[in-house]
């Protein structure tokens, strides 16, 4: 069982940048890859990153260029660097690694 914690959250005007984090209390996760995903007030949730074992990341369309997603296997971690931020990118962002969810933490854009 993995448990995941977000953070990194919080209010930011658009144009700016946030930094996500995801830890994983779990022996390692080298061998996992870790999702990121939003859920705007409403709204489904929907995928906005991934960063897959090797490092790569693959993209959602509306963050692809703004958004970087990288992981620390040493750390246990994953993190979501997101730049020139705009309104619709407000939401809970969640972690998510093997089917775990974390608890997601809210981001807000707005002026």
């Known amino acids: 069982q993995i448990q995941l914690a977000e953070s990194g959250g919080g209010w930011v005007q658009p144009g700016g940048s946030l930094k996500l984090s995801c830890a994983a209390s779990?022996?390692?996760?080298?061998?996992?890859?870790f999702g990121w995903f939003r859920q705007a007030p409403g709204k489904k949730r929907e995928f906005v990153a991934r960063v897959l074992v090797d490092g790569s990341g693959n993209y959602a369309g509306s963050v692809e260029g703004r958004f970087t997603v990288s992981r620390d296997n040493d750390k246990k971690m994953s993190f979501l660097q997101m730049s020139d931020l705009k309104p619709e990118d407000t939401g809970v962002y969640f972690c998510?690694?093997?089917?775990?969810w974390g608890q997601g933490t809210q981001v807000t854009v707005s002026s």
């Open positions: 998510e690694s093997d089917s775990y």
């Open positions: 779990t022996v390692q996760i080298w061998n996992q890859s």
